[in-house]
């Protein structure tokens, strides 16, 4: 059965024929340069994923020990093709950034046993009304009071409202995910980065089951009014 992920279901909104290239009929589209915005987020990605994969082993890292693989992840993936389209703006503002940024996460949750880390970039998946759904979760773990967190980082330079949580169908359909393995999501924790702070917001679930065009069933059933149905990412 063709499972879809949130990235699969986006590309079709914003451009069905890109998707049948690139999905349905395996064409090879060519790649959008990579943005400076992407890339310093797949570095702080990486970083928080060291921090709690240590963790799971018992291995606590400095604040120095992971600035040092934040910069030399930057130093090696780093590649010319990277966009910087911020008038006044050069690679190493965004490089700081992520520095700072990583220096406040770790400042504020250390010794980062607010909760137990089960697992990062945590693969999951659904059934939707006949549809599978897979996803990865940047981390998830557990409360100590029976009920799971799904932590979901952005790299962002404005902060989302509650309202904009309470839509997004990304951490729903991870929410979803694991409610479905049995588990009791009490909390959805996105930590985002916005300006010179952290926060964490709760997001309680967003009403997937229903038939809007906005939910994943909706853009599912739509596409096959179009360029055909979406099929399984290879």
């Not at 999905?23 to 992407?38: F, L, M, N, Q, S």
């Not at 990062?120 to 549809?131: K, P």
């Not at 926060?199 to 009403?207: C, D, L, Q, Y």
């Amino acid at each position: 059965m063709p499972a879809y992920s949130h990235s699969m279901l986006s590309t079709y909104e914003n451009c069905p024929r890109q998707y049948k290239l690139k999905y349905v009929d395996r064409i090879e589209v060519p790649e959008a340069p990579e943005g400076i915005e992407a890339f310093l987020g797949q570095r702080v990605h990486e970083t928080l994923a060291k921090l709690y994969q240590d963790l799971i082993l018992s291995k606590l890292n400095s604040l120095e020990e992971l600035l040092d693989h934040y910069s030399s992840g930057w130093d090696h993936n780093w590649h010319e093709n990277v966009l910087v389209l911020r008038k006044g703006f050069e690679p190493e503002h965004y490089r700081k950034a992520g520095i700072e940024a990583l220096t406040r996460y770790y400042r504020r949750y250390h010794p980062f046993d607010q909760s137990q880390t089960l697992a990062t970039e945590h693969r999951t998946r659904l059934n939707l009304d006949g549809y599978t759904l897979r996803g990865v979760i940047d981390r998830l773990s557990h409360d100590g009071r029976g009920g799971y967190e799904i932590h979901d980082y952005k790299t962002s330079a404005s902060l989302p409202s509650q309202e904009d949580l309470d839509k997004d169908r990304q951490l729903a359909l991870y929410q979803i995910g694991i409610q479905e393995s049995g588990g009791t999501v009490r909390a959805l924790g996105g930590v985002v980065r916005s300006g010179s702070y952290e926060t964490e917001k709760a997001h309680i679930g967003w009403g997937l089951r229903c038939q809007d065009d906005q939910s994943p069933v909706g853009v599912l059933r739509r596409g096959g009014e179009g360029e055909r149905a979406p099929a399984e990412e290879a």
